[in-house]
């Protein structure tokens, strides 16, 4: 069972940290690093304090408590959801085994590589996100950053907490690099190519929380069914502040193109930029741009990687409960995307080795959600333009597809016809430029900025013009 949360310690947890002294230390002496690190890389805007969610137990009920928080004395803790004491083990060829306490040493690896990876995305969005504050449209806004910020603090404790209980002395080691690597260095980058992109700007910001954090959810999810239950029931609690992260995403990016469209009607013309709103066609490459990126989060289309992992039960399929099949797939085959004769096509492979093609097609569906929603904001306002998601093959650098071009509607181009087409497709310096120079402080209390809407609910039942942000 699950211990109630300890909050008199160093470092919060419900795992009953301080029965585990060697561990407890060793956690404890990586803490100064990552304080360091939050200090060093962490959000670069002064303030005094924000009105924080805290994650404090794990129960359905009051898991977590709102506050004004210094943020370096935010309480990173260790949470994971309750324990299933008959949980077994749903997919693979372990399915129907009880559940793993302890890491086998025959997937110890593979473990240690999953686990790695995921850490290594949390510290790197923090990074990516460091400068926002200082632009920030609203202090609603703010207060929305630096809450996505600190828990990607605590996913990163989630991980490093898996490597020090788990994996021994190369688990500290790993966890000493997730602070070392960092977003866009030259020496040592983050390891996924997403990761290490600017996130220069609000709307990148609300793009990048809506198509890369949801990639974050649909990893987590096939994590969260792992026959390692202790990664499992990390991930299962992840998830749940996760969903705070897909709401800033989606309500913001619905919060510019309402004001895009607002700017339209009032005006009477599509030429919003003269009127310091974000035209829609930049927008779109926006979209297209954050889109195309987090697709190559997914890995190669086939995978001997993927296939390994659910063989061995490390890694599932999103709602792994509610697929109707065998749940080891050994006779099963899939379509995939792939080149075909040299041309973007479908080929029939083992369903084990199409499983990233499977997760990244639950995930399109799920982004085309917030396509039809933006596109549900222009029809409202009586305006004909929509918004859509671009091709698959589009804008590729990872799986089938990296070695060609595509325009966004999936037509194959040569080389200098994606040369001459890109600057319609994805931002162009021009683009970047004008984003950038709407992007000045709203830092006063109930105002904000002329290109995006205000949103419809504030925080916790909070008005808009509530005091979310001291700032210093
Ligand atoms: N960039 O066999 P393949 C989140 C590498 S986001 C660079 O097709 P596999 C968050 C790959 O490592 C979720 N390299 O790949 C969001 C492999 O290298 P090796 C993060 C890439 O293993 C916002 C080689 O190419 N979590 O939480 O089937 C804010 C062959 O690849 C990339 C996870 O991703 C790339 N894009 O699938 C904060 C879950 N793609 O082994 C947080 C853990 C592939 O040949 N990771 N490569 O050296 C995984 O499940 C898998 O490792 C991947 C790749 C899905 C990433």
């Known amino acids: 069972m699950t211990t109630t949360a300890d909050y008199s310690e160093k470092i919060p947890n419900n795992v009953s940290l301080h029965e585990d002294r060697r561990l407890q230390r060793a956690l404890e002496s990586w803490q100064p690093n990552f304080l ?34 210094a943020m370096p004395d935010y309480r990173w803790g260790i949470f994971l959801a309750e324990r299933d004491p008959g949980r077994r083990v749903g997919f693979g060829e372990h399915k129907g085994e009880p559940v793993w306490d302890k890491v086998p040493g025959e997937y110890r690896a593979d473990l240690l590589r999953l686990i790695v990876i995921q850490g290594d995305t949390e510290p790197a969005s923090v990074e ?30 989630a991980m490093v907490y898996l490597l020090h209980a788990y994996f021994g002395r190369e688990g500290r080691e790993e966890a000493e690099e997730l602070l070392h690597r960092n977003s866009g260095s030259a020496d040592a980058p983050r390891i996924l190519g997403a990761f290490n992109e600017e996130t220069p700007d ?45 709401m800033v995403g989606t309500t913001g990016v619905d919060r510019v193109v309402e004001r895009t469209a607002q700017v339209m009607v009032e005006n009477d013309t599509d030429d919003v930029a003269a009127l310091g709103a974000i035209p829609l066609p930049v927008i779109q490459k926006y979209l297209n741009f954050h889109y195309s990126v987090s697709l190559d989060l997914f890995g190669g289309d086939t995978s001997t990687n993927v ?16 697929r109707q099949d065998d749940h080891k797939l050994t006779d099963d085959a899939m379509m995939v995307d792939a080149l075909v004769d040299g041309e973007i096509g479908e080929l029939e492979v083992a369903a084990l080795t199409g499983l990233n093609t499977d997760l990244r097609r639950q995930y399109a569906g799920d982004c085309r959600g917030g396509v039809n929603r933006w596109n549900k904001i222009l029809a409202d ?14 804008n590729r650098k990872v799986g089938a597809f990296a070695g060609i071009e595509a325009s966004p509607d999936g037509e194959q181009l040569t080389a200098d016809e ?28 109930g105002k904000i900025a002329a290109w995006i809407a205000p949103p419809r609910n504030g925080i916790n039942g909070q008005p808009f013009d509530y005091d979310y942000v001291h700032l210093a």
Do not use: I
């Open 36 to 69: 360091d690190w939050w200090r060093t890389m962490g959000p670069s805007l002064p303030t005094q304090d924000v009105y924080l969610r805290t994650a404090v137990n794990v129960g359905r009920e009051g898991w977590a408590q709102f506050g004004h928080v």
């Open 128 to 157: 990516q996100q460091r400068n926002l504050g200082a632009t920030a449209p609203s202090l609603y806004d703010l207060r929305n950053l630096f809450q996505v910020n600190v828990e990607e603090g605590r996913h990163l404790w």
């Open 202 to 246: 609000w709307l990148s910001f609300y793009m990048f929380t809506y198509f890369t954090d949801r990639d974050g959810k649909y990893q987590l999810g096939t994590l969260k069914e792992s026959a390692f239950d202790a990664l499992s029931r990390t991930c299962e609690f992840m998830l749940k502040e996760e969903a705070h992260h897909m």
């Open 307 to 322: 296939a390994n992992y659910y063989t061995a039960g490390l890694k599932g399929r999103w709602s792994e409960d509610r």
């Open 381 to 394: 306002a009586g305006l004909a333009h929509r918004l859509k998601l671009p091709h698959t093959a589009f």
């Open 418 to 445: 994606w040369e001459r087409g890109k600057g319609q497709w994805l931002p162009t310096d021009v683009d970047k430029t004008y984003v950038r120079s709407l992007m000045r402080p709203v830092h006063e209390r």
